[in-house]
């Protein structure tokens, strides 16, 4: 798998122009699967509703099997992995993503796949050099979420299940994307009758020939966030939550946590989110991501759960950091868990429900 972040800025445009050119051909295969299987390819007008019953279809088709999809179909960035079902969910997602773009558009337009970037003078941001659809105010943000809850199908996170779980995220980050508008003709249902001539080279994924052709030494990369320095280890996931174990999978189960403790917390840590320090709304985001480190004591990825507006989960999930850099992190922690109440552990410590 390309880690994204350390490629070189043309490779992540000619990526971005990959991603660009599979739309038309990605948009057939999915107008096909929801045909097939008696989805509501007539509704995807591009309209925020239509968001709602895109996922609705989503859910069935993902517990169906996703009848039609090829076994050892591939996410375009990790064309050399072994097929499991992981990846080829995450392929299927790749799909849909194009149908969210069509739906941005609409609401937001131009809304043109765009390559992330973190802004000068700031640390580089977690998704740096991944593409994702740009608003109208020029931000391009995280678009790793789509995959990410198509995952949470499989791994057994209730949330998941809601039938508007992908439109509330998409409005998250684009806050342009309203219910209440006219429907219109569907966008998707066109897909099934066009004749989209040959495959264009560019609409194949180029990764495969990046792994086999190492960019030269003279292009320079942007500095990847996540140096590993000397004595850095991997260490383990912890999380943070008021409530039972079983909160773990679905988070509506726990008790709010004060945003504004845990966001102090964060800023102490060195937490930053798209370069920034954290403020309590952001805690409030469902799945936002946090990052720190980037030097030569710890690098370090921080997520959260929200529900209803409120802070559920703090999960700190990957972090590679030397011992006593990471004995510092823990202290903090802790104190953080005792200033809330609420328990500190790793996952499987706290899920004692059967």
């Given amino acids: 798998m390309i880690q994204f972040a350390q490629i070189s800025f043309e490779r992540a445009v000619e990526f971005r122009d990959h991603v660009e050119a599979r739309e038309p051909f990605f948009l057939q295969e999915l107008a096909g699967w929801m045909d097939a299987t008696g989805g509501p390819v007539e509704g995807m007008d591009a309209s925020a509703e239509s968001l709602v019953e895109l996922w609705a279809w989503f859910v069935g088709f993902v517990d169906a099997g996703c009848p039609g999809v090829a076994t050892d179909l591939l996410p375009a960035d990790q064309p050399d992995s072994e097929p499991c079902e992981t990846s080829r969910l995450s392929a299927v997602a790749e799909r849909v993503n194009h149908d969210v773009r069509l739906v941005v558009a609409r609401y937001d337009p131009p809304a043109p796949w765009a390559v992330l970037r973190s802004p000068k003078g700031r640390p580089p941001h977690i998704y740096q050099n991944h593409t994702g659809i740009q608003r109208s105010d020029g931000q391009v943000p995280d678009f790793e979420f789509v995959g990410i809850i198509?995952?949470?199908?499989?791994?057994?996170?209730?949330?998941?299940?809601?039938?508007?779980?992908?439109?509330?995220?998409?409005?998250?980050?684009?806050?342009?994307?309203?219910?209440?508008?006219?429907?219109?003709?569907?966008?998707?249902?066109?897909?099934?009758?066009?004749?989209?001539?040959?495959?264009?080279?560019?609409?194949?994924?180029?990764?495969?020939?990046?792994?086999?052709?190492?960019?030269?030494?003279?292009?320079?990369?942007?500095?990847?966030p996540a140096p590993a320095g000397?004595?850095?280890?991997?260490?383990?996931?912890?999380?943070?939550?008021?409530?039972?174990?079983?909160?773990?999978?679905?988070?509506?189960?726990?008790?709010?946590?004060?945003?504004?403790?845990?966001?102090?917390?964060?800023?102490?840590?060195?937490?930053?989110?798209?370069?920034?320090?954290?403020?309590?709304?952001?805690?409030?985001?469902?799945?936002?991501?946090?990052?720190?480190?980037?030097?030569?004591?710890?690098?370090?990825?921080?997520?959260?759960?929200?529900?209803?507006?409120?802070?559920?989960?703090?999960?700190?999930?990957?972090?590679?950091?030397?011992?006593?850099?990471?004995?510092?992190?823990?202290?903090?922690?802790?104190?953080?868990?005792?200033?809330?109440?609420?328990?500190?552990?790793?996952?499987?410590?706290?899920?004692?429900?059967?």
């Fill in 230 to 354: 000397r004595g850095m280890v991997k260490q383990p996931q912890l999380v943070v939550m008021r409530g039972p174990g079983a909160g773990l999978e679905d988070p509506r189960l726990l008790e709010p946590l004060d945003e504004a403790v845990v966001a102090a917390a964060l800023v102490d840590l060195g937490y930053t989110i798209e370069g920034r320090r954290p403020a309590p709304a952001d805690l409030t985001l469902d799945e936002a991501t946090f990052t720190a480190g980037a030097d030569d004591m710890w690098v370090s990825e921080l997520c959260v759960a929200a529900h209803d507006g409120r802070l559920r989960l703090v999960d700190v999930n990957q972090t590679v950091a030397t011992p006593e850099h990471w004995d510092r992190v823990v202290s903090r922690l802790r104190r953080l868990a005792r200033d809330l109440g609420a328990a500190l552990g790793e996952p499987d410590d706290l899920d004692t429900d059967d």
């Fill in 150 to 224: 198509s995952r949470g199908l499989v791994t057994g996170r209730a949330r998941t299940r809601e039938p508007d779980r992908l439109l509330q995220l998409v409005q998250a980050r684009y806050p342009a994307v309203v219910l209440g508008g006219v429907r219109g003709e569907s966008v998707l249902a066109p897909y099934l009758t066009a004749d989209l001539g040959p495959v264009p080279p560019q609409a194949v994924s180029p990764v495969l020939r990046w792994l086999a052709e190492p960019e030269p030494p003279a292009r320079p990369a942007p500095a990847p």
